[in-house]
């Protein structure tokens, strides 16, 4: 092995870079490929990027009418803007709601502590889908919200809830919060509490405390979790079907429907390398927290 | 612990005269700037602080002094009002604190980890509180600048905590406390974390900024050496009761218990029975000691109580001639020596089998040896052994 130059560590960060290639950089190239095709009725369904005419002529055939298409009819950028705004709004309600579990669990006895991060990671075990599936289950008009609320006598007549932007922000909430609450705990675990005996020492209600002292120094948590849900949402496909009916303009959907209902596959491809331009800047940002994160760890 | 070291205050008690003012805790007129009544922390069955009365006076270094979970954290804790008593109250300056918040109480505290707020530059940290407080923006740049030079970090100002060395960033704590000028400073372990050299250099600073100031300083502290230093009164502390209060001379030359005398330096305790109890003298028979040894004071100990007399290593005299009298004498073999540069310690070991510390100064580079195994007579004046009764 040593003759050959290849060493034990290279051998181990070669293999994921050989998988994230065949995997991830290919397919990628591939989809791009298609992105510059035409439509076409044939399997696959799109002209060749690379053609012989002739004998001695190799054509290249770039097509850019996917692309301006894009930005020709406005669904595609409505769903876009649509998909980016309910990632934004989802995002929020996962950071309202998984920093102050977070912060509860940080700050639990560590015994406890365990009991609850578990709690937190428990729901992986099961398929998303399924999960999804209950939420029909709960939301739906003769679901199990609606019979309580009913035979409590607080409504007389079941609330539209499945099939509504309100069912498609609770999957969507519910889905990725634990991808908000770990990298926040992860953050605030390292805390040092008495930062916040310190200033109150020094004049702060608890409240001033948190928002002075807690807050700034969780900002990496914050940041870390809210890119952690606010990527994967943006291209999220199976809540908004299942859960949000047929309003939900979401660009996973559109991507979806291209593909399969329509088999413009080089529209398509267009609106996945378009979303994944869009997300670009969101991961380097990401990339420079965790860096910044892993920093001052030390 | 060879002599120990005095501050300006400590001493005062001792050489005060008819123009010195007497230290405040020895007059009675004198009104408590801190006063602890009969408080109590108890957490579950646990007392960490056990009906502690204390009295605290302006411009005073108290120090409380005592094993780690003696319950000396958790007072200072309740004076900065991060725990609240189980019962009993403190008034600082006359006030009731019971109830009171920190951010509400004229103290500041010192951490013992500092708990610099990292995200802040030493100047935002220091400049923290007096916001905190709605100062005026001039005011407050002026008095950070003041304390900042006072600390000797005008220089660094502009730095965040991670890029300073220890001593820094325990001068950047001492300054954040002290800016906002309280009427007392607690600190919990000051010097803890400092290397043994910067340690002692830091005690000075410590005294002479305390000074500068007049703020009255309550520091905790496992280090005797470190409570000897700063301390205008010392309460040490065991089991969560204060088991004596006093200057560092009194604790050390007049402890009030075994537990006192061997906790503060190091001390030989021989055990013994009282045989003859004078008023001016008393007269003791120890076993362990294997003679009798003769104090020059009365003591109040109902007859032929068990007692013992305290003695401290560098109140022994050592000699290879036999000494004259026979109490207060006792012969043994030499049988470990330490030689520490400035002094040396023996441990001689008796007929007994009782090993006795003794300590001596190198006075002379070429002293007269004594050696292992040597055979040697240790003895000590009358007035030299503290009776104690517990």
């Keep these: 092995m040593q003759r050959l130059g290849i060493t034990g560590r290279g051998l181990v960060v070669m293999l994921p870079y050989c998988w994230l290639l065949l995997f991830f950089v290919v397919p990628f190239l591939i989809v791009l490929k298609i992105s510059f095709a035409d439509i076409d009725l044939a399997i696959p369904p799109y002209t060749p990027l690379i053609e012989w005419i002739g004998k001695n002529t190799l054509a290249i055939k770039v097509n850019f009418s996917n692309y301006a298409f894009l930005f020709t009819d406005s669904l595609y950028l409505n769903a876009l803007l649509n998909s980016v705004k309910v990632a934004f709004v989802s995002t929020v309600f996962c950071l309202l709601i998984g920093y102050p579990m977070a912060y509860g669990i940080a700050r639990a006895a560590p015994s406890t502590r365990n009991i609850l991060l578990l709690l937190v990671i428990l729901p992986f075990w099961t398929s998303l889908l399924l999960r999804v599936y209950a939420w029909i289950g709960l939301l739906k008009a003769n679901g199990v919200i609606n019979n309580v609320l009913m035979s409590l006598g607080i409504i007389h007549e079941p609330l539209t809830m499945l099939y509504t932007p309100f069912a498609m922000y609770v999957g969507i909430v519910y889905s990725y919060l634990p991808f908000m609450i770990l990298p926040l705990y992860a953050n605030l675990e390292k805390m040092d509490w008495q930062l916040l005996e310190a200033a109150e020492d020094l004049g702060c209600r608890p409240w001033q405390a948190f928002y002075k002292i807690t807050l700034p120094l969780s900002r990496n948590g914050i940041l870390a979790g809210s890119m952690l849900v606010f990527i994967p949402a943006v291209g999220e496909f199976v809540i908004p079907a299942l859960l949000g009916g047929p309003n939900a303009l979401m660009i996973g959907r559109i991507l979806w429907d291209e593909f399969f209902s329509n088999r413009a596959w080089p529209v398509a491809s267009a609106v996945a390398i378009l979303l994944l331009i869009i997300l670009v800047p969101f991961m380097m940002w990401y990339q420079s927290v965790q860096a910044r994160e892993s920093a001052g760890a030390k | ?390």
């Design chain 2, 1 to 390: 612990m060879s002599t120990p070291l005095s501050t300006p205050a400590a001493t005062a008690p001792g050489t005060a005269t008819a123009t010195v003012k007497p230290a405040p805790w020895k007059d009675p007129a004198a009104r408590p700037y801190v006063q602890i009544e009969r408080v109590t922390k108890s957490f579950g069955e646990f007392k960490a602080v056990d009906d502690v009365s204390l009295k605290i006076y302006k411009g005073e270094i108290f120090c409380l002094l005592g094993a780690s979970g003696c319950g000396k954290t958790t007072l200072l804790r309740m004076l900065g009002g991060f725990e609240l008593p189980t019962s009993g109250r403190i008034f600082i300056d006359g006030e009731d604190m019971t109830g009171v918040p920190p951010y509400e109480r004229p103290v500041n505290m010192m951490f013992q980890s500092y708990a610099l707020f990292p995200h802040m530059t030493v100047e935002q940290n220091v400049a923290f509180g007096l916001k905190q407080d709605r100062v005026a923006r001039s005011e407050i740049t002026e008095r950070v600048a003041t304390m900042l030079d006072l600390v000797k970090l005008g220089s660094f100002a502009r730095r965040k905590p991670h890029q300073l060395s220890g001593g820094q960033r325990q001068r950047v704590a001492l300054a954040r406390a002290l800016v906002k000028r309280p009427k007392l400073l607690l600190l919990d372990e000051p010097l803890g974390a400092l290397d043994k050299k910067l340690r002692e250099h830091t005690q000075f600073e410590l005294i002479s900024l305390q000074d500068k100031l007049g703020v009255t300083f309550v520091v905790v502290t496992h280090d005797q050496e470190e409570a000897m230093t700063l301390a205008s009164r010392i309460g040490v502390m065991n089991h969560g009761e204060i088991v004596q209060a006093g200057t560092p001379t009194e604790i050390y030359e007049f402890p009030s218990s075994k537990f006192v005398a061997d906790f503060v330096g190091s001390v030989n305790i021989f055990e013994g029975k009282l045989i003859e109890d004078e008023p001016e003298y008393v007269r003791i028979a120890s076993e362990e000691m294997g003679g009798t040894i003769y104090v020059s004071h009365g003591i109040s100990a109902a007859p032929e109580a068990v007692v013992w007399a305290a003695v401290r290593p560098e109140k022994i005299f050592m000699s290879t001639a036999p000494p004259e009298g026979t109490d207060n004498v006792v012969r043994g073999a030499v049988q470990d020596i330490a030689y520490l540069g400035d002094l040396s310690i023996y441990l001689v070991r008796l007929p007994t089998g009782k090993v006795v510390r003794i300590t001596q100064p190198n006075t002379s580079r070429h002293a007269e040896a004594i050696t292992w195994d040597q055979q040697v007579y240790l003895s000590w004046d009358p007035s030299s052994p503290v009776v104690v009764t517990r």
